[in-house]
T-cell receptor
Framework: NAGVTQTPKFQVLKTGQSMTLQCAQD?????MYWYRQDPGMGLRLIYY???????DKGEVPNGYNVSRLNKREFSLRLESAAPSQTSVYFC?????????????FGDGTRLSIL | DQQVKQNSPSLSVQEGRISILNCDYT??????FLWYKKYPAEGPTFLIS?????DKNEDGRFTVFLNKSAKHLSLHIVPSQPGDSAVYFC????????????FGKGTKLSVIP
């Protein structure tokens, strides 16, 4: 049972390059999320998709775009990468967008921007 | 402004003893709290949760206590095992329409055999 799968696991970019982080879940969950975790910090929500066809901004959306491609897949795009976006990115999913539904996380994408 | 604070970056406990991880919050709108556990190079995994209408929730070796008047919650692990060594994140939901989780910075627990 794969759960939430993120690709790639590691990536190094140059400032100004673009990149799309991929996320797929096989749990038939309706809601999906993108977080970033900086060193010594908690996770911060970038964007989320409460259901297929909807996306909303989280706490730190600037510099990112998202696409809910279908129920399984939710991608995060950096159009012009900046060193401040160096972080570990986590994708998560939950059955529904509810406080009572725990989120299931992927193993993360470690992104370095030089 | 840090709304969820985990003031102890690390904690070491002997195997078999109790581990107590603390979390304070400032947002009085938080009405649901969760603890996540994270091993290196893995994503966080859900551990236990508590609603603001309760003051205690138990699941096996894990118990979470909530003191609303003090805006404080704690996670107790009894007995602690080496496999419990991980980073523990406290998170709160404000419930203010958006249902977004706010995470603390985490506490790294080391259980010494």
């Amino acid at each position: 049972n794969a759960g939430v799968t993120q690709t790639p696991k590691f990536q190094v970019l140059k400032t100004g390059q673009s990149m799309t982080l991929q996320c797929a879940q096989d749990m038939n969950h309706n809601s999906m999320y993108w977080y970033r975790q900086d060193p010594g910090m908690g996770l911060r929500l970038i964007y989320y998709s409460a259901s297929e066809g909807t996306t909303d901004k989280g706490e730190v959306p600037n510099g990112y775009n998202v696409s809910r491609l279908n129920k399984r897949e939710f991608s995060l795009r950096l159009e012009s990468a900046a060193p401040s976006q160096t972080s570990v990115y986590f994708c998560a999913s939950s059955e529904v967008h509810s406080v009572y539904q725990p989120q299931h996380f992927g193993d993360g994408t470690r992104l370095s921007i030089l | 402004d840090q709304q969820v604070k985990q003031n102890s970056p690390s904690l070491s406990v002997q195997e078999g003893r109790i581990s107590i991880l603390n979390c304070d919050y400032t947002n009085s709108m938080f009405d649901y709290f969760l603890w996540y556990k994270k091993y290196p190079a893995e994503g966080p995994t859900f551990l236990i949760s508590i609603s603001s209408i309760k003051d205690k929730n138990e699941d096996g070796r894990f118990t979470v206590f909530l003191n609303k008047s003090a805006k404080h919650l704690s996670l107790h692990i009894v007995p602690s095992q080496p496999g419990d060594s991980a980073v523990y994140f406290c998170a709160g939901y404000s419930g203010a329409g958006s249902y977004q989780l706010t995470f603390g910075k985490g506490t790294k627990l080391s259980v010494i055999p």
